[in-house]
């Protein structure tokens, strides 16, 4: 019988709603009948719903990392509850009559294999683009380089006035601009831009001498988007190649990668193992959007990277809410974003399996013990305005104690940094104050990102997790 964990069907679950739905449908007994294939590759279930006749639902496992459910009810969430439901009373091992698999399903079965095999024999070289193509994208980026004109001459205006005219600056061009830019196919500038106009209206309402800071942050990052992106673009005109390209700054604009795309440039891995070491929302209020970011560690090689999943507000109920995953993931191709630092992450298909002491040590191996080297990359990378604000890096420390300023951790060779917590992200620091065990605070690995402190002009490091041999503490999860 397939082995089913609750990790693995809240992970499957399209949110926690329809998981907590589906369990409720097991544990009444909703279903009247449980069969499964010989060969354990196929299971279904008959279950009792609001409709007239019972609904039939089934779950295919041809691939154990892809399986593909389906049902006669209505829903338009996928898996459903009832597919769902099913998969609890795999977990609770029901009983389940033996059954021969369906004619339709194994003609499903068929057509995919087929267009698999299809798609392994086509040609891997990339068709080049027509000449319709060709000219629509040089246009498109000739239509981006006026957008950025426009853009640097707002920034340069408002720099001429002075940070100290925020409180009078009208907000008509800004916002006219805003608009503009969607039109200019330049997402990315738009909603750098949109964050500047909420510190401005932030400030015109409470006067907080705070938002200075934030809106030069903004501006900094806002002017160097706009002349790397004129050099990276007027490069391409150059050159005649309008094709994207696995530069950060296509990205950066407002460009949207598809999976298949980057898997073409080379930026995958097969057979990846990755745990996930922190979970945290937050909302973005200039792009209108809930963002959850995981964070995954590679079990072969200590790499940390990132996954996000952005659910705009206009489209909650039909994005996915993703999840804590408490496991190992099994990935048969992860692909890779360009940029530098912590890479954004992506596949289809996992398999979660628990995370092994093994595991755990071999992450371990790979946690850095020199602190001011960790340091220096830190600096370096922060110091691109464009780049992420943190760089998540292991380290492997021999203490984390307080002083007067905080808590800091220290190294066996003594070297120090303070702790601190990162604007945006959900605090972690003072969690340390609750921790079960003290042993927690010695000799251990802590996944942690260093970022620059705005209000004391120094780098500090803010705590995600604690690596132990046995288990990962988790501060944000």
């Known amino acids: 019988m397939q082995q089913i964990t609750e990790q693995q069907i809240l992970a499957l679950a399209p949110n926690p709603t329809a998981a907590a739905n589906g369990r409720k449908i097991a544990q009444k007994g909703g279903f009247v009948r449980l069969e499964r294939s010989a060969d354990d590759t196929f299971y279904l279930g008959e279950c009792s719903g609001s409709g007239k006749s019972n609904y039939i639902t ?20 996928f898996p459903c509850k009832h597919s769902l439901a099913l998969l609890y009373e795999m977990m609770g091992k029901k009983t389940f009559q033996v059954c021969e ?16 095999e299809k798609a392994a024999s086509a040609p891997a070289a990339k068709k080049a683009p027509s000449k319709n193509q060709k000219a629509a994208r040089t246009k498109k980026l000739k239509k981006q380089l006026e957008g950025l004109d426009l853009t640097e001459k707002l920034v340069l205006d408002f720099v001429k006035a002075g940070i100290g005219t925020m409180g009078g600056t009208s907000l008509d061009a800004y916002k006219q601009l805003s ?25 015109q309402k409470d006067a907080n001498e705070s938002h200075y800071e934030d809106a030069i942050e ?109 496991g190992v993931a099994e990935v048969p191709l992860a692909v890779y974003y360009p940029g530098e630092g912590n890479l954004r992450v992506r596949w289809d298909g996992m398999q979660i399996r628990e995370v092994k002491d093994s595991d755990l040590q071999k992450l371990r191996s790979f946690a850095s013990s020199d602190l001011a080297a960790e340091a220096k990359v830190a600096k370096n990378f922060l110091k691109n305005a464009i780049a992420s604000p943190m760089l998540l890096r292991l380290i492997a ?63 500090r490091l803010k705590p995600f997790s604690i690596l132990t041999e046995s288990e990962i503490v988790r501060l944000l999860y």
């Open 58 to 77: 089934s779950a295919d496992f041809i691939d154990k990392k892809a399986p593909v459910f389906r049902c006669s009810c209505p829903s338009r969430q």
């Open 101 to 116: 698999i369906p004619e339709d399903i194994v003609k499903k079965r068929e057509k995919k294999q087929a267009r698999t």
């Open 179 to 203: 608009k503009q830019l969607g039109d200019y196919y330049l997402p990315g500038p738009q909603r750098l831009l949109n964050r500047l106009i909420l510190e401005i209206e932030a400030f």
């Open 218 to 326: 903004v501006l900094e990052k806002l002017w160097s988007l706009v002349k790397k992106s004129r050099v990276y673009l007027t490069g391409k005109l150059e050159k005649d190649n309008p094709e994207q390209d696995d530069n950060l700054l296509y990205e950066e604009l407002g460009g949207v990668w598809k999976l298949s795309e980057l898997e073409a440039l080379g930026r995958c891995k097969k057979d990846a193992k990755l745990v996930q070491l922190s979970f945290w929302s937050s909302y973005d209020a200039a792009r209108k959007e809930y963002i959850e970011s995981g964070c995954w560690a590679d079990i072969d090689s200590g790499e940390i990277s990132l996954t996000y999943n952005y659910r705009p507000v206009k489209a909650l109920k039909y994005v996915k809410q993703e999840d804590t995953v408490f």
């Open 397 to 459: 420390y021999e203490e984390i104690g307080q002083t007067k300023e905080g808590y800091v951790l220290r190294m066996e060779s003594g070297q120090t940094i303070l702790l601190g917590d990162l604007p945006g992200i959900e605090e972690t620091v003072k969690r340390l104050s609750i921790l079960p065990d003290a042993k927690l605070f010695h000799h251990q690995v802590l996944l942690g990102a260093f970022y620059y402190s705005v209000q004391d002009r120094r780098l």
